[in-house]
């Protein structure tokens, strides 16, 4: 273990739903609780552009058009998280994809259920390695973030 070693970072985003149901705190306050640092923060109005983008690996499957429309309809938070293996430990924090299944004691696990919708509706996003935490922390915060551990 090299304790100079750089911290990783991860893209996380918390979805519209979350940010309709005001659930942006708790949320915050599990990834704080954890121990990770915010480096960055923006709450913003997402457009298609950038969804289309951040989403590319899901272009063509048949939820594609309605997450990107789930991801239209209100204001997101885009974070920056840093910590070693954040990761890998944001996405256990967030549990499995299916909110219905995901473990009790997760943010989607506790918070989150299904809701009948095409999309999945599961409150967070994490990148899921590091090609696509730098790769999305590239299109949320372009030229916003210092190059570090990029
Ligand atoms: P994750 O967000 O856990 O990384 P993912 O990248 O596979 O999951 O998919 C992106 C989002 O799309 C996911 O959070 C919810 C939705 N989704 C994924 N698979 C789905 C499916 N089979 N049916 C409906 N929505 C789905
Ligand atoms: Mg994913």
Redesign the pocket.
Known sequence: MNPTATPERTLVLVKPDGVRRGLIGEIISRIESKGYSIVALRLMQADRAILEKH?A??AGK??FE??IEFMLSGPIVALVVEGNRVIEGFRSL?G??DPTVAAAGTIRGNLARDQGT???Q?LV??S?SPDSAKREIDIFFAGVLIERNK
Do not use: I, K
């Open positions: 989403y690996e899901h048949s939820f309605p997450l967030a499995a994809t095409q999309v999945v599961n996003h994490g899921d």
